[in-house]
Every structure is written in structure tokens, then in C-alpha cells.
């Protein structure tokens, strides 16, 4: 395998790792605030207005976890993307004309 190519392969596989434990993390986030809802839900006893505060919060907050790691990851994927077009496409600047001189 070449230099470049073992370069590549590496990249891909920080990316992929990155992906998977961000990830890991939000569904980890998720389930501990998702956790705590219900153990609050039940210790509530009822309470209807109280749960339903409770509820809002918890989904508030599962919601915008989720966005914003998927708004994060869809913003690095298009920056890559865009670096990755970019590098073949770079040429080298055309030559300058050169002036006829005069005698």
C-alpha cells in the first residue's frame, strides 16, 4: 500500500471512530435523561402538571442533543467533502506571457 493510500485509510478510520463514540454519546445522554424522567415520573405519584413539565424538559433536552450532534456531523461531512473536491481541482497558475520587446 502506498504512502497516500495508508494516509487515506487512516482518515477514514478517525472518522469513523469519531462518528461512532459521538454517537455512543448521545444515545448514552439520551438514556440517562430518559432514565431520570422516569424515575422522577414515578416518584411524582400523579401529579399530571408536574409530569407533564417533567416530560417537556426531558424531551427539550433529547431534542436538542440529537440536533445538534447531527447539525455538527452534517457540517464536518460537507466541510470534508468540499477539502477533499477542492485538492485535485488546484492547478498550477498559466504561465505569464511574456512582452515582446521593443529595440
Known sequence: MRRDQTKIAGAVQVERDRARYG????????LAIAGVVIFGVWRLDGDKSVIVG?????????????TA?????AVSN???SMTQERAPREQPAPPVPQQPSSS
Do not use: E, H, Q, R
Not at 454517537?23 to 439520551?30: C, G, H, P, T
Not at 450532534?69 to 456531523?73: N, V
Open 23 to 30: 454517537l455512543l454519546a448521545v444515545v448514552m445522554s439520551n
Open 54 to 66: 417533567v416530560l417537556t424538559a426531558a424531551f427539550t433536552a433529547i431534542s436538542s442533543m440529537t
Open 69 to 73: 450532534y447531527l447539525g455538527i456531523k
Open 78 to 80: 460537507t466541510a470534508t
